[in-house]
């Protein structure tokens, strides 16, 4: 089914007129970045199935440019940027029962952020209750580079658009409802949006 027909299904605004890509260069996209915090090598481009490879695509919406629309059952994230453009990224979701669903917007951005398990991760499973006191920002934290948090009526809703230490989950649906994303292209998007900027997430089809 199109992206287009969910979107209709779900009552939601959003169309898309075509998904042709505009010719980047993919290396120079996951080149190394030596000035980051914790400095970061270049991706083999090899290792990235080219369908999940960060590029510009058309994608005619209504949303307000600076959006966020999370396609879950096509493992896919755009960002908005008007004129029938938007960014398009490989992601990995969260598994089923667990993924949020519907409109939020972006409360807070974090550099290379500090991880704490929520209490129901904590309650599912014995592993996270080790980490109940946090764990620092850094490669092997699980939020990766960079984290964009997802906030409802001021509160936080507890789920992230963040980065990765396990860049093989991109694709997939595995998290624990986090959406999950290349380091490299979570820092990318993380320049592009600004704080209160709506994020919509579609879910499959009942």
């Known amino acids: 089914m199109s992206i287009s027909r969910r979107g209709l299904m779900f009552g939601l605004p959003l169309f898309l007129a075509g998904c042709s890509a505009t010719t980047v260069n993919h290396q120079t996209n ?14 083999p481009i090899d290792k990235i199935d080219p369908e999940l490879r960060r590029q510009e695509v058309a994608y ?11 396609d879950t059952p096509a493992r896919r994230a755009y960002f908005i940027m008007g004129g029938g453009r938007a960014m398009r990224y490989g992601v990995g979701v969260g598994k089923a029962g667990l993924a949020l669903a519907g409109s939020a917007y972006v409360g807070r951005k974090a550099e290379w952020p500090s991880w704490t398990p929520t209490a129901n991760m904590q309650r599912r499973e014995e592993r996270y209750r080790k980490l109940a006191g946090g764990m620092p920002g850094g490669p092997n934290n699980p939020l990766g ?13 507890h789920f992230r658009i963040h980065g990765t230490n396990q860049p093989s989950s991109i694709g997939h649906a595995m998290s624990s409802g986090c959406i999950r994303m290349m380091n490299h292209d979570v820092i990318d998007l993380y320049s592009r949006v600004q704080t209160g900027a709506k994020v919509v997430v579609i879910q499959a089809v009942a």
């Open 30 to 43: 996951y080149a190394a970045l030596p000035n980051e915090q914790f400095p970061m090598k270049q991706v």
């Open 145 to 157: 580079a960079r984290a964009i948090y997802l906030y409802r009526g001021g509160n936080d809703t």
């Open 60 to 70: 005619a919406s209504n949303y307000a440019p600076g959006t966020i629309v999370v």
